[in-house]
């Protein structure tokens, strides 16, 4: 292995270093030239090092608001042109962190900006405090932003108010109660982008969390022989499915018992040390009289470090099986330690679950 294979990955808050502070003040002057690049840089670098992505996004957008003339919309109005010549869409997100910070008593204007702004990184971060806020009058504005033009700005209508936006707030009362979203969902049922559609099954898949029965009343209806829609209701079910909601399977069609049989379930190798990885195989075979929808997934227990395990539910395959035939499937899993993971020696137990049930057993072992 190389020394450069060995060097770890730059830190994601890297996004925001030094050469991008020189970037961003950079183009402001040249937007801007009355712009002083020397302070911003000085007050936005402040303690970088310690400072997470999130708190170095804000300081950069508080930065940017000691150092612009002012007032609001004329702010908006340089860093409107400053949006595309950011060389990062990630680091863009600075600028809706603006509007969230400053941009309240200028509501009109604010949602104009983010709409715009959106198209260069994403404004789904500073929209929930405008949530947060005031729930009806934003959701207006993203229920009409659910029906645009640009999938940038679909896309926020639904990544914006999902309840459990990874690196953001909760949105407790869409929480407690979806409802107020049910419109924006149903205008993107089967929106053409991808980019889209992943935004509303990860909603969809939020809400599952708290409302399943809410979630299957409302796919109901949709129109599973449009390839657009039957993706997002396979995605939004996941969490259901993983746990074998016979509900969730119904709807993918795999709601019966599997008639099948196992002829081979393998986990190997049966034992390895840490930055290894395990292949699982099974050989299902038939034994229905008519072709089956087959759900088919794995689990692995993980060891605890206190002992016991936690199960974690693994996607597989979904497929028609015709009756009578067998299909031999394999899949590779690497056992090392994740940010949200960290493995542990013992025995870990591996299940092979078709529709739900789980029909046979493996295990390997993490050597100290």
Not at 47 to 56: N, P, T, V, Y
Not at 85 to 97: D, K, Q
Not at 239 to 263: F, P, S
Not at 279 to 289: D, G, H, M, R, V
């Amino acid at each position: 292995m190389t020394d450069a294979a060995t060097e770890a990955a730059p830190l994601l808050k890297e996004i925001f270093n030094r050469n991008r502070l020189e970037h961003f003040a950079n183009e402001t002057a040249a937007i801007h030239p009355g712009f002083d690049g020397e302070r911003f840089l000085a007050l936005a670098s402040e303690g970088l090092a310690e400072l997470s992505i999130m708190q170095r996004l804000r300081q950069i957008a508080v930065s940017f608001h000691a150092t612009l003339p002012g007032p609001y919309e004329k702010n908006i109005e340089i860093l409107w042109t400053l949006a595309p010549r950011i060389n990062h869409g990630f680091a863009s997100i600075t600028l809706p962190e603006y509007v969230a910070l400053y941009g309240h008593d200028h509501f009109d204007l604010s949602m104009q900006a983010l709409a715009f702004f959106t198209q260069f990184g994403s404004s789904e971060f500073a929209i929930r405090h405008f949530l947060q806020k005031d729930q009806a009058h934003t959701l207006k504005v993203m229920e009409h932003w659910s029906r645009d033009d640009n999938e940038h700005v679909r896309r926020l209508a639904s990544e914006g108010c999902r309840p459990r936006l990874p690196w953001s707030f909760q949105l407790k009362p869409l929480i407690a109660d979806p409802a107020p979203v049910a419109n924006i969902l149903e205008n993107l049922r089967s929106d053409p982008a991808l980019y889209v559609r992943k935004s509303v099954a990860n909603h969809l898949n939020d809400i599952t969390k708290d409302h399943p029965d809410w979630v299957l009343q409302k796919i109901a209806g949709w129109d599973q022989t449009n390839a657009h829609s039957a993706w997002i209701i396979r995605q939004a079910l996941r969490t259901l499915i993983k746990k074998g909601d016979t509900r969730a399977l119904h709807v993918l069609g795999a709601g019966q018992k599997a008639e099948v049989t196992v002829g081979n379930f393998t986990v190997t190798p049966s034992e390895l040390k840490l930055g290894g990885a395990v292949k699982i195989s099974a050989q299902l075979t038939s034994t229905a009289s008519a072709p089956q929808k087959l759900v088919i997934d794995y689990a692995v227990h993980y060891v605890k470090k206190a002992g016991g395990t936690s199960k974690k539910v693994f996607k597989w395959k979904e497929m028609t099986l015709d009756d009578g035939a067998d299909i031999e499937l394999s899949i590779s899993r690497a056992i090392r330690d994740f940010t949200t993971r960290v493995h542990y020696p013992g025995r870990h137990t591996v299940d092979l679950i078709v529709n739900g049930d789980v029909l046979a057993e493996g295990a390997f072992e993490i050597l100290p």
